[in-house]
């Protein structure tokens, strides 16, 4: 089996952190993930800089990178303003996302959930008319830190509006990592059925369920998860959204278990390791401190 991890730590990691990245750490930290393995990554947000200030320099990133040809950067869009600066760029995928809840919605987007999924999927359609790439997340797919529960018909819904503008694939996210392995197996299942697309799950480890939630999100048959090394992100309009799954957590599961990634675990844990250098702190992934274990020959 095959599992496709798409490292977000440039963009989804570094949006909610304190220290302030240069645009030269960036491109050393997305050089250093592909050398470990990524072949897709999340490597700019394209909004405003007064509200994300990580991310103002993402034009900059994009342009310095040195990037082979197997390789697929994503760049996040909000809102046609986004997707024009987006256009303008080299990334090789557009990335829009809504979100499931009115409330969160507004404070991430300043649109109701309905507008945001309207949004979501013009954004997909002008990309793919303009030649580039391009996928969906619904947010606060499994909870919302301001309303609570989210309808599970309700992000069917969502999912079907965006599946007809024709996006590659469309990612769920567990936003504020409230979500169980049921409910994350769940939902997989049911969005894939319903919209014939491949799944994609993002997942933060909030509540300590992130890593199993992933093994759910494989058995339910997921294309794709996102993981961000060393464990590091949130969302700035989220409050108690800490970080993503680990990478390195995430590619030993997958190793141990016999799941290919692409990634090599020693180079990903070295990174990890560099990162917890560069951002001064130890980092909430649990691999990159604990180490690697030996595989069985046999496995």
Known sequence: MKVEIVEVAARDGLQNEKVQFTTAQKIDLIHRMIAAGARRLEVASFVRADRVPQMADAEAVIAGLDLPANVVTIGLVLNPRGLDRALRTD??????????????????????????????ADVVREARAAGRRAQATIGAAFGCPFEG???????????????????????????????????????????KATTGLPIRVHLHDTRGAGIANAWAAIGAGAATLDASLGGIGGCPFAPGATGNIATEDLVYLCARSGVTTGYDLDRTIATARWLAGEMGRALPGAVSRAGGFPMKEDR
């Open 91 to 120: 990334v090789c995928e557009v990335g829009a996302v809504c979100v499931a809840s009115d409330t969160f919605a507004r404070k991430n987007q300043g649109e109701a959930s309905a507008q945001s999924a309207k949004i979501a």
């Open 149 to 191: 529960e989210v309808d599970t018909a309700w992000v069917m819904a969502i999912a079907e509006e965006i599946a007809a503008a024709g996006p590659v694939e469309i990612a769920l996210a567990d936003t504020v990592g409230v979500a169980v392995p049921r409910e994350v197996a769940s939902l997989v299942e049911k969005v």
